[in-house]
């Protein structure tokens, strides 16, 4: 172990290594080869259930220490396979931060979290105290060291694990998507460190993420995941030049990436990988001129991007509502309105009271002041049952929805305590052919993949004859496919059934992109309700909220100056721009 | 009419589950599960019993469970005063207040009810209400005013020890009791124990909250009666009862996922790497230690010397 610990230049190496689970009748690692060396940034995506995490957990040495099953091939640092070592010793060269950082926190406090590691290897007080320093200097917790971790915000909990982690002196650390339950400020503080650690110490660093737009800019490799194989492995510009292996796989790629690929005449000597790199590469050329023109047409033609709702009253209304949590405000007055058939984001910090809000139309919490509604209805405090037939709200963890045996008996399960609606928005037999459980009427829940159980989640609420649909994060940890699916999916319901849906969401490019009204929330207060496509042309006022705008938005903003609205996807603002394009007739 | 017999019988009626039924609706508005949540939660601060040796906070409630077991009568009542001292310095949260006091209160109200009410001292009795036969005959002869000062007298001897368990509770970071245990040369698997179990115990209850919000929202019937609507009440009790089935899937299925991964989490930083761990804390002993292993000295040793010279001591019949 002491000359493991010596060799602080080693490389971390895969080595043809399968994996399968105990009693799994498929390999989940299928001979990936990697290679880690000190300071490296390596990037890993791929589709959900690709094998990622479980190459996470082979790089830290903990398969097959405490995760069972057949390994083959082996992991090694400096040239020691870490199969050998005891998972204390395999920590000490690669460190492992797994998704969710509320349980890693063991302790209560953050520098007891921090010096936890150090204190189990009975290190001098000395040392304990100089590790327990650098970490929390490192991580920019060093203002928080006697904080409680309950009390952290996501981002804050996230940089407490890595410290943790970091405190055992890995000379790589890996982590498993550390940025899923995070909000933009949070993801960017949690990154900030990364930066920091693989740039000033020479942590190599493995992040597995589905948020490639934010990781990309600054990854040294690029490794795509398909089926537990390794499918590409090179450097980012290297590795998004090719788009077969991307659409093959259903991964998604940068939306600056997507753009050049799109527009490659003017992207002729490299991939753009930030906004910064693509507004340089931009910059004077036709297509900044091009974006101006559509944007100065745009704001003559368009006076409102916003479906009107249908008339009649509200179907959500909060009236100068307020909430408090311990005196202090989560929700402070808000007035809002949600008409028949709209689609509206909730957008925000965390902590911006998105989710009380939401929650306070079913019953749950109770409003300090003010008045919330449903078609013009009270809704009453604390009556979650009657409420709840006429709002389904779909929690961001929808596995704790289920309680079933059967997909079948899941879909009848609110009708065990209430009569069948004569007119729901689906009935039993239309929502197991609707959303595909056609032949696992009786599969247990359990048997379904995570976006299935999220499926028939959100099938389950919608056999009922709920007027309108709120969604709590509902796009969180999932890969560009999954969310790419579950978007459509939730078009065809609305295509079907009309409904009104509400979403409380950071998924600013994705699920926030594809709703028609954005309403910003910053610190309990509305700070700006609009059309989706101009509250994201106010890049600054975003950020002052804790949201960063999608590339797409920032980049049209760098180019073109102040607009009055952008917009939010790849194809359509080529199109904008090549209909534009001096020279051409406008259209 | 009030001296009727049927008049008596409601009253005796209303006396007797007076109590019993005020008690849980106290815990479920006043602290709820969000409450019991930070029940047992550390609030940092920077004060001097937080600062205290660790040690002595171990000592300190073992020493006042001593004094509750050999103190009797009023000398137990002044003991649990001095156990709530301490708290007005600490100056806790507001929730935190409101939380310990239901849960202080609470169980101090059931004892000094119940023993009126069932501790029988030899005649002459003196009743503070004496029971009709129709409710007599259940074994309670009335509310007795000895009873009642009996009661305040063995809740004061729970309520010393809870008092000063909770004290040390919200004002030790669980890594110091950890540093004390070892200290006192025990395992480091009883300081993890208590660690895991006090930071998890938080979580667990946040996590049961959210899956009984979520069976509500897939359209379960968790709806209260009103109190008087009696006819329901037992449809209600059922209906509990089969929640704990159905929500006992996801709580168990999410629970093992995070054991797991804690299990993890413990090994890679190396618990169990080494007999005996390393500490962060440096602990120079202060004059405020000082002062308190002479006060918990003192207070046991007095408690010793009285027990033993039978001062305070009370015949109970």
Redesign the interface.
Known sequence: MTEALAQGTGRLHAEDVSFAYLGAATAALRHVDLDVAPGEVVLITGASGCGKSTLALAL?G?IP???HGELRGRVTFGGRPLSGL???E??QLV??V?Q?P????????V??EV???????????PE??AR?EWCLSVTGMAGMR??????LSGGQKQRTAIA??LA?RPRVLVLDEPLSDLDPVGAQEVLGTLRRLAAEEGTGVVIIEHRVDEVAPWADRVVLMDGGRVVLDQPPRAAWADRGPWLATGVGMPDTVRLAHALPELFPTQLPLSVEEATAALRDTWFATALAAAAAERARREPAAVPAPAPGPPVLSWDGVSVTF??KPAVDDVTLAVGEGEWVALIGANGSGKSTLTGLT?G?GTPSRGTVAFRGQPVRPG????H??QV??L?Q?A?????ETTVLKELE???R??ARPPQPVLDVPEAIEFFGFAGREQDSP?ELSQGGRQRLALA??LV?APGVLVLDEPTTGQDADHMRAFLRLLDRVRARTGITIVTVTHDIRGLASRSARVVLLGEGRVRRDGPTREVFARPEELARWGVLAPPLARLQQDLTGPTTDVLLDVEELAAAALAHRPGVLAP | MIHSLFAQTVIAYLLIFAVPLVLPFAFIKLVGLGGLRTLVTYEARDTPLHNLDPRLKVLYPIGMGVLSILLTWKLMLIAFALTILPWFWLRPSRQKVRVLAVMVVGPGLAGFWGQGMYYLPPPPIHYLYKFPWTLAWLGSPGITTYGMVFGIEQTARVLVTVSTSMLILVSTDVSDFTWAFERFRAPPQVGFALTAALRFLPEMIARTNLVLRAVELRGYDMSRPKWYQFNRWPNYAKRLSRCVVLVTVPLLIGTLRGTTTMAMVADARGFGARKRRGSLRVHKTTAVDIWGYAILIALVVTALILNHLNVGARYYG
């Open positions: 830290c903990l220490s405490r995760v005891k998972p204390y395999a920590a460190g492992m797994f969710n509320n349980l890693q926190l063991i302790n209560q406090t520098v007891s010096a936890f590691g150090p204190e189990n290897l009975a290190l001098p007080q304990i105290a327990v006697r904080a409680s971790v309950v009390t943790a982690t055992m311990d005196g079913v749950l009556k979650v049952f009657d709840a037939a389904a709200l929690l963890a596995d704790d929805m289920l309680f399960f609110g009708f305590f209430r359990w389950a609420l009922g």
